[in-house]
Protein backbone atom coordinates (compact mmCIF):
# COMPACT_ATOMS: atom_id res chain seq x y z
CA UNK A 1 0.00 0.00 0.00
CA UNK A 2 1.10 3.73 -1.18
CA UNK A 3 2.24 5.78 2.20
CA UNK A 4 -0.44 8.25 1.12
CA UNK A 5 -2.95 5.61 1.05
CA UNK A 6 -1.79 4.13 4.84
CA UNK A 7 -1.32 7.37 5.88
CA UNK A 8 2.54 7.23 7.04
CA UNK A 9 5.65 8.94 6.00
CA UNK A 10 7.54 7.80 2.88
CA UNK A 11 10.28 4.77 3.18
CA UNK A 12 13.18 5.54 0.56
CA UNK A 13 16.08 3.56 -0.24
CA UNK A 14 19.32 4.66 -1.41
CA UNK A 15 21.60 2.48 -3.44
CA UNK A 16 24.96 3.19 -3.74
CA UNK A 17 26.63 5.61 -0.57
CA UNK A 18 29.87 6.88 -1.30
CA UNK A 19 30.74 10.03 -1.98
CA UNK A 20 26.91 11.50 -2.99
CA UNK A 21 25.01 8.33 -2.07
CA UNK A 22 26.13 9.43 1.88
CA UNK A 23 24.81 12.68 1.37
CA UNK A 24 21.24 11.86 -0.34
CA UNK A 25 20.94 9.25 2.31
CA UNK A 26 21.58 12.30 5.66
CA UNK A 27 19.46 14.11 3.60
CA UNK A 28 16.80 12.02 2.97
CA UNK A 29 16.84 11.02 6.90
CA UNK A 30 16.45 14.96 7.27
CA UNK A 31 13.39 15.31 4.89
CA UNK A 32 10.01 16.37 6.35
CA UNK A 33 7.70 13.60 5.41
CA UNK A 34 9.72 10.93 5.39
CA UNK A 35 9.80 7.74 8.05
CA UNK A 36 12.45 5.11 7.58
CA UNK A 37 15.77 5.11 5.37
CA UNK A 38 16.95 2.28 4.05
CA UNK A 39 20.64 1.74 1.58
CA UNK A 40 22.56 -0.74 0.26
CA UNK A 41 25.82 -1.09 -1.62
CA UNK A 42 28.41 -3.32 -3.36
CA UNK A 43 30.86 -2.73 -1.12
CA UNK A 44 30.50 -4.73 2.21
CA UNK A 45 30.02 -2.94 5.25
CA UNK A 46 29.35 0.50 3.18
CA UNK A 47 25.69 0.80 3.63
CA UNK A 48 26.21 -0.49 7.56
CA UNK A 49 28.62 2.86 7.81
CA UNK A 50 27.01 5.11 6.29
CA UNK A 51 23.26 3.87 7.75
CA UNK A 52 25.16 4.34 11.69
CA UNK A 53 26.33 7.72 10.86
CA UNK A 54 23.41 9.66 9.32
CA UNK A 55 20.51 7.90 11.31
CA UNK A 56 19.24 5.43 8.34
CA UNK A 57 19.29 1.53 8.45
CA UNK A 58 21.08 -1.12 6.22
CA UNK A 59 19.26 -3.67 3.97
CA UNK A 60 20.54 -6.79 3.46
CA UNK A 61 20.52 -6.38 -0.29
CA UNK A 62 19.07 -4.28 -2.94
CA UNK A 63 16.06 -6.74 -3.55
CA UNK A 64 15.25 -6.47 -0.23
CA UNK A 65 15.59 -2.77 -0.01
CA UNK A 66 13.44 -2.82 -3.48
CA UNK A 67 10.41 -4.69 -1.78
CA UNK A 68 10.38 -2.29 1.49
CA UNK A 69 10.34 1.46 0.47
CA UNK A 70 8.37 3.67 -1.49
CA UNK A 71 10.46 5.75 -3.45
CA UNK A 72 14.46 4.58 -4.91
CA UNK A 73 17.65 7.06 -4.87
CA UNK A 74 20.40 5.64 -7.17
CA UNK A 75 23.42 7.14 -6.29
CA UNK A 76 26.12 4.12 -7.34
CA UNK A 77 28.50 4.59 -9.64
CA UNK A 78 27.53 5.06 -13.12
CA UNK A 79 27.67 2.15 -14.80
CA UNK A 80 25.48 0.44 -12.22
CA UNK A 81 22.37 3.23 -13.23
CA UNK A 82 20.63 1.40 -16.21
CA UNK A 83 20.12 -1.80 -13.95
CA UNK A 84 19.20 -0.33 -11.00
CA UNK A 85 16.78 2.27 -12.40
CA UNK A 86 15.31 -0.61 -14.76
CA UNK A 87 15.10 -2.83 -11.20
CA UNK A 88 13.45 0.69 -9.37
CA UNK A 89 11.32 0.94 -12.49
CA UNK A 90 10.05 -2.66 -12.50
CA UNK A 91 8.98 -2.43 -9.11
CA UNK A 92 7.34 -0.08 -9.70
CA UNK A 93 9.03 2.44 -8.14
CA UNK A 94 9.64 6.07 -8.71
CA UNK A 95 13.29 6.72 -8.84
CA UNK A 96 15.57 9.48 -8.56
CA UNK A 97 18.90 8.70 -10.28
CA UNK A 98 22.18 10.34 -10.27
CA UNK A 99 23.40 11.81 -13.43
CA UNK A 100 24.01 10.49 -15.78
CA UNK A 101 21.39 7.44 -17.49
CA UNK A 102 24.22 5.82 -18.15
CA UNK A 103 28.15 6.38 -19.38
CA UNK A 104 27.35 7.48 -22.55
CA UNK A 105 24.70 7.97 -24.47
CA UNK A 106 24.13 4.84 -26.94
CA UNK A 107 23.87 2.99 -23.41
CA UNK A 108 21.39 5.62 -22.41
CA UNK A 109 18.87 5.49 -24.80
CA UNK A 110 17.71 1.66 -23.92
CA UNK A 111 17.07 2.49 -20.44
CA UNK A 112 15.06 5.26 -21.65
CA UNK A 113 13.26 3.13 -24.01
CA UNK A 114 12.50 0.63 -20.50
CA UNK A 115 11.50 3.60 -18.36
CA UNK A 116 8.50 4.78 -21.02
CA UNK A 117 7.51 1.58 -21.64
CA UNK A 118 7.03 0.84 -18.12
CA UNK A 119 5.28 3.69 -17.42
CA UNK A 120 8.43 4.82 -14.78
CA UNK A 121 8.26 7.74 -13.27
CA UNK A 122 12.42 8.55 -13.07
CA UNK A 123 13.90 12.14 -11.64
CA UNK A 124 17.74 12.92 -12.68
CA UNK A 125 20.20 14.61 -10.20
CA UNK A 126 20.76 17.65 -12.01
CA UNK A 127 20.62 19.23 -8.66
CA UNK A 128 21.45 23.16 -10.02
CA UNK A 129 17.93 23.50 -11.12
CA UNK A 130 17.25 23.83 -7.30
CA UNK A 131 19.67 26.15 -6.64
CA UNK A 132 18.02 29.76 -5.32
CA UNK A 133 20.54 31.64 -7.58
CA UNK A 134 19.77 29.68 -10.85
CA UNK A 135 16.00 29.25 -10.08
CA UNK A 136 15.92 33.36 -9.64
CA UNK A 137 18.23 33.60 -13.46
CA UNK A 138 15.55 31.22 -15.02
CA UNK A 139 12.60 33.57 -13.61
CA UNK A 140 14.44 36.69 -14.52
CA UNK A 141 15.02 35.33 -17.99
CA UNK A 142 11.60 33.84 -18.37
CA UNK A 143 10.19 37.18 -17.48
CA UNK A 144 12.42 39.11 -20.15
CA UNK A 145 13.75 41.30 -17.64
CA UNK A 146 17.45 40.69 -19.42
CA UNK A 147 15.95 41.27 -22.58
CA UNK A 148 17.43 38.72 -25.47
CA UNK A 149 20.87 36.87 -24.77
CA UNK A 150 23.70 37.82 -26.38
CA UNK A 151 26.48 35.90 -24.46
CA UNK A 152 26.41 32.78 -21.87
CA UNK A 153 29.57 32.25 -20.04
CA UNK A 154 29.49 29.44 -17.35
CA UNK A 155 31.96 27.76 -15.29
CA UNK A 156 32.51 24.67 -13.24
CA UNK A 157 36.47 24.52 -11.16
CA UNK A 158 37.58 22.16 -8.72
CA UNK A 159 39.58 23.60 -6.11
CA UNK A 160 41.72 20.09 -6.68
CA UNK A 161 41.91 17.08 -8.38
CA UNK A 162 40.09 14.44 -7.74
CA UNK A 163 42.42 10.62 -7.79
CA UNK A 164 43.28 9.73 -10.78
CA UNK A 165 42.42 6.59 -10.62
CA UNK A 166 38.17 8.14 -10.73
CA UNK A 167 39.62 10.27 -13.69
CA UNK A 168 40.38 6.98 -15.65
CA UNK A 169 36.38 6.04 -15.13
CA UNK A 170 34.48 9.33 -15.19
CA UNK A 171 33.97 9.60 -19.03
CA UNK A 172 35.85 12.87 -19.44
CA UNK A 173 36.07 16.11 -18.31
CA UNK A 174 32.99 17.46 -20.15
CA UNK A 175 30.84 14.59 -19.12
CA UNK A 176 31.99 14.41 -15.45
CA UNK A 177 31.90 18.03 -14.42
CA UNK A 178 30.81 20.51 -17.65
CA UNK A 179 27.51 18.01 -17.68
CA UNK A 180 26.34 20.38 -15.07
CA UNK A 181 27.00 24.04 -17.34
CA UNK A 182 25.26 22.21 -20.31
CA UNK A 183 22.25 20.76 -18.57
CA UNK A 184 21.31 24.81 -17.21
CA UNK A 185 21.91 26.53 -20.47
CA UNK A 186 19.33 24.20 -21.78
CA UNK A 187 17.20 24.47 -18.91
CA UNK A 188 17.68 28.49 -18.68
CA UNK A 189 17.00 29.40 -22.09
CA UNK A 190 14.77 26.85 -23.19
CA UNK A 191 17.27 26.46 -26.12
CA UNK A 192 19.05 23.34 -27.30
CA UNK A 193 23.19 23.70 -28.05
CA UNK A 194 23.14 22.45 -32.06
CA UNK A 195 27.23 22.81 -32.06
CA UNK A 196 29.67 22.51 -30.04
CA UNK A 197 33.67 23.31 -30.17
CA UNK A 198 36.21 22.36 -27.99
CA UNK A 199 39.70 22.76 -26.72
CA UNK A 200 41.23 21.28 -23.53
CA UNK A 201 45.13 21.48 -21.65
CA UNK A 202 47.12 19.36 -19.40
CA UNK A 203 49.12 21.90 -17.25
CA UNK A 204 48.85 19.87 -13.90
CA UNK A 205 49.57 16.50 -12.97
CA UNK A 206 50.60 14.63 -16.26
CA UNK A 207 48.69 11.49 -15.23
CA UNK A 208 45.73 12.84 -16.04
CA UNK A 209 46.84 13.09 -19.82
CA UNK A 210 47.74 9.47 -19.54
CA UNK A 211 44.25 8.37 -18.52
CA UNK A 212 43.30 10.23 -21.43
CA UNK A 213 42.22 13.27 -19.99
CA UNK A 214 42.52 17.22 -19.97
CA UNK A 215 42.79 18.99 -16.91
CA UNK A 216 41.32 22.27 -18.22
CA UNK A 217 38.86 22.71 -20.66
CA UNK A 218 36.75 24.80 -22.76
CA UNK A 219 34.26 24.42 -25.16
CA UNK A 220 32.17 27.35 -27.19
CA UNK A 221 28.26 26.27 -28.01
CA UNK A 222 26.27 27.78 -30.56
CA UNK A 223 22.58 27.49 -29.33
CA UNK A 224 19.55 27.21 -31.68
CA UNK A 225 18.75 31.04 -31.95
CA UNK A 226 22.90 31.47 -32.52
CA UNK A 227 23.20 32.39 -29.02
CA UNK A 228 26.80 31.68 -28.26
CA UNK A 229 27.83 29.90 -24.83
CA UNK A 230 31.34 29.54 -23.41
CA UNK A 231 31.61 26.89 -20.92
CA UNK A 232 35.13 26.06 -19.41
CA UNK A 233 36.09 23.85 -16.30
CA UNK A 234 39.37 23.30 -14.70
CA UNK A 235 40.71 20.73 -12.12
CA UNK A 236 43.35 23.12 -10.45
CA UNK A 237 41.14 25.80 -8.99
CA UNK A 238 43.48 26.79 -5.92
CA UNK A 239 41.02 29.74 -4.46
CA UNK A 240 38.01 27.27 -4.01
CA UNK A 241 35.09 25.61 -5.81
CA UNK A 242 34.12 27.94 -8.34
CA UNK A 243 30.87 27.81 -10.40
CA UNK A 244 29.37 30.98 -12.28
CA UNK A 245 26.97 31.61 -14.65
CA UNK A 246 26.88 34.79 -16.65
CA UNK A 247 23.84 35.52 -18.38
CA UNK A 248 24.54 39.13 -20.66
CA UNK A 249 21.41 40.12 -22.14
CA UNK A 250 20.55 43.44 -24.71
CA UNK A 251 19.00 44.85 -20.96
CA UNK A 252 21.19 43.80 -18.25
CA UNK A 253 23.10 40.83 -16.71
CA UNK A 254 22.70 38.39 -14.13
CA UNK A 255 25.79 36.45 -12.50
CA UNK A 256 24.66 33.13 -10.30
CA UNK A 257 27.44 32.30 -7.95
CA UNK A 258 27.98 35.74 -7.19
CA UNK A 259 27.78 36.16 -3.44
CA UNK A 260 30.35 36.46 -0.70
CA UNK A 261 31.94 33.11 -0.76
CA UNK A 262 32.67 33.40 -4.41
CA UNK A 263 36.23 31.86 -5.28
CA UNK A 264 37.62 35.31 -6.95
CA UNK A 265 38.71 38.16 -5.91
CA UNK A 266 38.75 41.84 -6.93
CA UNK A 267 41.82 43.42 -8.88
CA UNK A 268 40.64 47.00 -8.16
CA UNK A 269 41.83 48.72 -5.12
CA UNK A 270 39.37 49.50 -2.39
CA UNK A 271 36.95 47.08 -3.53
CA UNK A 272 36.41 44.36 -1.00
CA UNK A 273 34.09 41.77 -2.58
CA UNK A 274 33.64 39.60 -2.07
CA UNK A 275 35.40 38.36 1.01
CA UNK A 276 33.91 35.30 2.64
CA UNK A 277 35.68 32.16 2.88
CA UNK A 278 34.96 30.26 -0.34
CA UNK A 279 33.67 26.73 -0.83
CA UNK A 280 35.65 23.40 -0.71
CA UNK A 281 33.87 21.71 -3.34
CA UNK A 282 30.44 21.10 -4.65
CA UNK A 283 28.93 19.51 -1.29
CA UNK A 284 29.25 22.61 0.18
CA UNK A 285 27.99 25.09 -2.94
CA UNK A 286 24.88 23.19 -3.64
CA UNK A 287 24.50 21.42 -0.12
CA UNK A 288 20.51 23.70 0.16
CA UNK A 289 20.05 22.45 -3.73
CA UNK A 290 20.62 18.77 -3.04
CA UNK A 291 18.34 18.58 -0.04
CA UNK A 292 15.62 20.30 -2.23
CA UNK A 293 16.26 17.86 -5.16
CA UNK A 294 15.90 14.74 -2.24
CA UNK A 295 12.46 17.27 -1.20
CA UNK A 296 10.84 17.87 -4.65
CA UNK A 297 11.96 13.77 -5.23
CA UNK A 298 9.06 13.17 -2.48
CA UNK A 299 6.89 15.10 -3.11
CA UNK A 300 7.12 13.62 -7.06
CA UNK A 301 6.69 10.40 -5.61
CA UNK A 302 3.43 11.66 -3.74
CA UNK A 303 1.96 12.72 -7.13
CA UNK A 304 2.40 16.45 -6.18
CA UNK A 305 4.49 17.92 -8.42
CA UNK A 306 6.00 17.27 -12.24
CA UNK A 307 9.12 15.90 -12.59
CA UNK A 308 11.61 18.42 -12.41
CA UNK A 309 14.43 16.62 -14.58
CA UNK A 310 13.45 13.62 -16.70
CA UNK A 311 16.27 11.37 -18.36
CA UNK A 312 15.45 12.95 -21.51
CA UNK A 313 16.41 15.72 -20.06
CA UNK A 314 20.06 14.41 -18.88
CA UNK A 315 20.47 12.70 -21.87
CA UNK A 316 20.41 16.11 -24.36
CA UNK A 317 22.74 17.28 -21.78
CA UNK A 318 25.04 14.23 -22.14
CA UNK A 319 24.65 14.15 -25.73
CA UNK A 320 26.21 17.59 -25.89
CA UNK A 321 29.12 16.73 -23.29
CA UNK A 322 29.55 13.98 -25.72
CA UNK A 323 29.71 15.91 -28.99
CA UNK A 324 31.93 17.88 -26.61
CA UNK A 325 34.43 15.12 -25.68
CA UNK A 326 34.67 14.25 -29.20
CA UNK A 327 35.36 17.88 -30.62
CA UNK A 328 38.42 17.53 -27.67
CA UNK A 329 39.66 14.59 -29.52
CA UNK A 330 39.41 15.93 -33.33
CA UNK A 331 39.76 19.32 -32.87
CA UNK A 332 37.00 19.97 -34.85
CA UNK A 333 33.26 21.38 -34.26
CA UNK A 334 30.65 18.99 -33.76
CA UNK A 335 27.22 18.96 -34.29
CA UNK A 336 24.99 17.53 -31.76
CA UNK A 337 22.57 15.71 -33.18
CA UNK A 338 19.10 15.98 -32.28
CA UNK A 339 17.74 12.97 -31.11
N1 LIG B 1 24.98 15.57 -9.08
C1 LIG B 1 26.22 15.74 -8.63
O1 LIG B 1 26.63 16.85 -8.30
C2 LIG B 1 27.13 14.55 -8.49
C3 LIG B 1 28.31 14.68 -7.76
C4 LIG B 1 29.11 13.54 -7.59
C5 LIG B 1 28.74 12.33 -8.15
N2 LIG B 1 27.59 12.25 -8.89
C6 LIG B 1 27.18 10.97 -9.50
O2 LIG B 1 26.89 10.08 -8.44
C7 LIG B 1 27.31 8.76 -8.75
C8 LIG B 1 28.20 8.23 -7.61
O3 LIG B 1 29.31 9.08 -7.50
P1 LIG B 1 30.19 9.10 -6.16
O4 LIG B 1 31.16 10.21 -6.33
O5 LIG B 1 29.33 9.07 -4.97
O6 LIG B 1 30.96 7.71 -6.30
P2 LIG B 1 31.61 6.82 -5.11
O7 LIG B 1 32.63 5.97 -5.80
O8 LIG B 1 32.03 7.67 -3.97
O9 LIG B 1 30.40 5.90 -4.60
C9 LIG B 1 29.77 4.96 -5.43
C10 LIG B 1 29.23 3.86 -4.53
O10 LIG B 1 28.43 2.99 -5.33
C11 LIG B 1 28.67 1.65 -4.91
N3 LIG B 1 28.25 0.75 -5.98
C12 LIG B 1 28.84 0.58 -7.20
N4 LIG B 1 28.13 -0.30 -7.94
C13 LIG B 1 27.06 -0.68 -7.18
C14 LIG B 1 25.95 -1.54 -7.39
N5 LIG B 1 25.79 -2.21 -8.54
N6 LIG B 1 25.05 -1.67 -6.38
C15 LIG B 1 25.20 -1.01 -5.22
N7 LIG B 1 26.23 -0.18 -4.97
C16 LIG B 1 27.14 0.01 -5.94
C17 LIG B 1 30.15 1.62 -4.57
O11 LIG B 1 30.47 0.54 -3.73
C18 LIG B 1 30.33 2.98 -3.90
O12 LIG B 1 30.12 2.91 -2.50
C19 LIG B 1 28.00 8.84 -10.11
O13 LIG B 1 27.10 8.41 -11.09
C20 LIG B 1 28.31 10.31 -10.29
O14 LIG B 1 28.22 10.73 -11.66
C21 LIG B 1 26.79 13.33 -9.06
Not at 270 to 287: C, D, I, L, Q
Amino acid sequence: MSAAAAGRGLVLGVVGTGRIGAMHARNAVQTPGVERVLLADALPGQAERVAASVGAEAAASVAELLGQVDGLLVAAATAAHPELVRAGVDAGLPVLCEKPVAPDVPSSLPVLEHVAAAGGVVQMGHQRRFDAGYLEARRALAAGELGWLHSVRSTTCDASPPPVAFLATSGGLFRDVSVHDLDVLRWLTGEEVVEVWARGSNLGDPEIGAVGDVDTALAVCTMSSGLLAVVTASRYNGAGHDVRTELQGSKGTLVVGLDDRAAVRSAEPGVTFPAGPTHPTFAERFADAYRAEVAAFCELARGERENPCTPADAVAASRVADAAQESLRTGAPVRVPAT
